[in-house]
């Protein structure tokens, strides 16, 4: 499946954004329902990190601990999109943020190694 990012942008600390990860090319609606979507997020001079997953049918998702509560993902499976609304943004969430792929939907969501397919990326800057 192929993924493409956006909806990243230039914010103040405190406002919000909504990122989508759409699949792209030669991709059906059940398709895409078959994956589990992930983002991820890599700061300049740090590490990818993980944010949040969501399962196949937006029933369940996962968090990374650091960002609970303002961050939201969610999908829609009609438009082949998978959503990240943040909120209350603050300077260090300043990061190029990806959406990858994985077929299985686990307690740990982290590791990068486990993702089949990922997306370009997404630049957010959260200015204080």
């Known amino acids: 499946v192929q993924l493409q990012a956006s909806g990243g942008g230039l914010v103040q600390a405190g406002g919000s954004l909504r990122l989508s990860c759409a699949s792209s090319?030669?991709?059906?609606?059940?398709?895409?329902?078959?994956?589990?979507i992930s983002w991820f997020r890599q700061a300049p001079g740090k590490e990818r990190e993980f944010v949040a997953a969501?399962?196949?049918?937006?029933?369940?998702?996962n968090y990374a601990d650091s960002i609970r509560g303002r961050f939201t993902i969610s999908r829609d499976n009609a438009k082949n999109t998978v959503y990240l609304q943040i909120d209350t943004l603050k300077p260090e969430d300043t990061a190029v943020y990806y959406c990858?792929?994985?077929?299985?939907?686990?307690?740990?969501?982290?590791?990068?190694?486990?993702?089949?397919?990922w997306g370009q990326g997404t630049q957010v800057t959260v200015s204080s």
């Open positions: 969501i399962d196949w049918g937006g029933r369940s998702s």
């Open positions: 090319g030669r991709t059906s609606d059940r398709v895409f329902s078959y994956w589990v």
């Open positions: 990858a792929a994985r077929r299985d939907f686990i307690t740990d969501m982290s590791r990068r190694s486990e993702y089949d397919f």
